[in-house]
């Protein structure tokens, strides 16, 4: 393998990040709390099926909670630093340089990757280099196998972002926790209902979610009830988005507000035991990234090793 595709040896090097090459360790953390890592790890945080593998200690059915619990470890039990120093930057971290055009070796032609993800040229260096980057064009556009994809070594990648902002991620997040924070946790609410002791009118006008649905002075009755009902539809969908953000976090896919195809599924007796844990108040998502949850669950008899894994 070529030299310019060997693993990085001097410098962390990380996409999704404000910069690529990071040659101190805390450079990377001070970049991290702005990047779409820690909105992964912040959605990981308010999911309850994620908090409860972190309580079996990766002791459950779903494989895909499970490698999960591998990678991202307890996110219950640390702060983002913390957690970034010891699983997040090793997580997301790409374990080989880019590819990058280069001069071969007349004596030696290997290539640092497939042959057939090159073209190769040859360029006679008499030529203007306006006239070979037109024929080089011509030639990359001509080629069969001619794509563009986005590559990374990482253990974890970050889905593609497809008309989602991180703005929204944010938003979605804040409007989720007032939501949460506004509810009584023995009632299960329906989706476009009132959350708790606030309505969905109420939590989007005191985020100022949509700026056309805020009241105005000098009002009719008939603008007044569009305008609520346009801030509650905003609001509701708002929800719809950090609940597809969480599942999806839990299951390996962030940033993705795409309902899953297959979500999380536990053995009745497992879920039951979770169920009991939230309404003991065990669990509860956490919105400070300084803010720890201690490790408690409803106690019952010690499961045997053949119930450790669902079937």
Sequence with gaps: MSSSFLPHESAQVFKGMRRYRYYEPQHSLTDAVRSPYVWWWRYLRMSKNYWWVCR???????????????????????????????????????????????????????????????????????????????????????????????????????????????????????????????????????????????????????????????????????????????MKVAVTRMLRRADNLIANAEIGIFPSVTPPKEPIRLRQTQQLKLDESVKAGFWRPLFDDEETLQNKVIQSKEPQTSDLFEK
């Design 56 to 230: 079996r200690r990766g002791a459950v059915g779903d494989e895909r909670l499970r490698m999960m619990y591998r990678d991202f470890g307890d996110v219950y039990a640390s702060s983002f630093q913390e957690w970034w120093q010891q699983k997040g930057a090793h997580l997301f971290m790409e374990r080989q340089a880019f590819a990058r055009v280069r001069a071969l070796d007349a004596k030696d032609l290997r290539l640092s990757r497939e042959q057939e993800d090159h073209l190769l040229l040859e360029l006679p260096v008499f030529m203007t280099e306006r006239t070979i980057l037109k024929q080089v064009r011509e030639l990359l556009r001509n080629h069969e196998r001619r794509h563009v994809e986005r590559r990374s070594t990482a253990k974890r990648t970050l889905a593609k972002y497809v008309g989602l902002k991180q703005d929204v991620i944010e938003i979605a997040r804040q409007v989720w926790q007032m939501s949460y924070e506004a509810r009584d946790m023995n009632i299960e609410y329906q989706m476009g209902k009132p959350q708790g002791n606030k309505s969905l009118y109420q939590i989007g006008k005191e985020l100022r979610l949509v700026a056309s649905c805020m009241p105005q002075t000098g009002d009719t009755i008939e603008r007044t009830r569009k305008r609520v009902n346009g």
